[in-house]
């Protein structure tokens, strides 16, 4: 493949439902692990029509909110096994996930929302990569 377009998925039950997209529009992809996250990455040949292009981005921008949901909330993927993790975003443009127990992420997002549980982590990421010693009724 020359240009290509990646999307990229941590369930296989959301991957399969984008793949079952492709098929039923004869395209080809080519699909890799990514070796860090562990992330499937579904890649795509360029020059697609454009209103087919249209109709896959709809549908990975929708899947994508059910993927980091599943992830978020370790509900099990029958297809893999257990899993939860939190995306961090390093300054520099670097990003990892870390890796948490599920039930103890099901039991965070049980109490708190998604956006809240994010913006606590960032805070954490930002005081880790830039720690600051003077005394936080200071700050």
Same mark, same amino acid.
């Given at each position: 493949m020359n240009e290509v377009l990646e999307y990229l998925f941590f369930t296989q *039950?959301?991957?399969?439902?984008?793949?079952?997209? =492709?098929? &039923?529009?004869? =395209?080809?992809f080519e699909r890799e692990i990514e070796p860090v996250q562990g992330a499937? @990455? =579904?890649k795509i040949a360029e020059g697609v029509d454009d209103d087919?292009?249209?109709?896959?981005?709809? =549908?990975?921008? &929708?899947?994508s909110e059910a993927d980091q949901a599943l992830v978020e909330a370790g509900i099990e993927d029958t297809d893999?096994?257990?899993?939860?993790g939190i995306y961090?975003?390093?300054?520099?443009?670097?990003? *990892?996930?870390?890796? @948490?127990?599920p039930n103890v992420m099901a039991r965070m997002l049980a109490v708190i929302t998604t956006d809240e549980l994010n913006a606590f982590v960032d805070t954490i990421v930002r005081s880790v990569e830039t720690p600051d010693d003077s005394p936080i009724c200071k700050r």
């Amino acid at each position: 493949m020359n240009e290509v377009l990646e999307y990229l998925f941590f369930t296989q *039950t959301i991957a399969d439902q984008f793949i079952d997209t =492709l098929h &039923e529009h004869d =395209l080809h992809f080519e699909r890799e692990i990514e070796p860090v996250q562990g992330a499937i @990455v =579904l890649k795509i040949a360029e020059g697609v029509d454009d209103d087919l292009w249209d109709k896959l981005d709809d =549908l990975y921008d &929708e899947l994508s909110e059910a993927d980091q949901a599943l992830v978020e909330a370790g509900i099990e993927d029958t297809d893999s096994k257990s899993t939860a993790g939190i995306y961090l975003q390093l300054s520099g443009g670097h990003q *990892t996930i870390a890796q @948490v127990d599920p039930n103890v992420m099901a039991r965070m997002l049980a109490v708190i929302t998604t956006d809240e549980l994010n913006a606590f982590v960032d805070t954490i990421v930002r005081s880790v990569e830039t720690p600051d010693d003077s005394p936080i009724c200071k700050r």
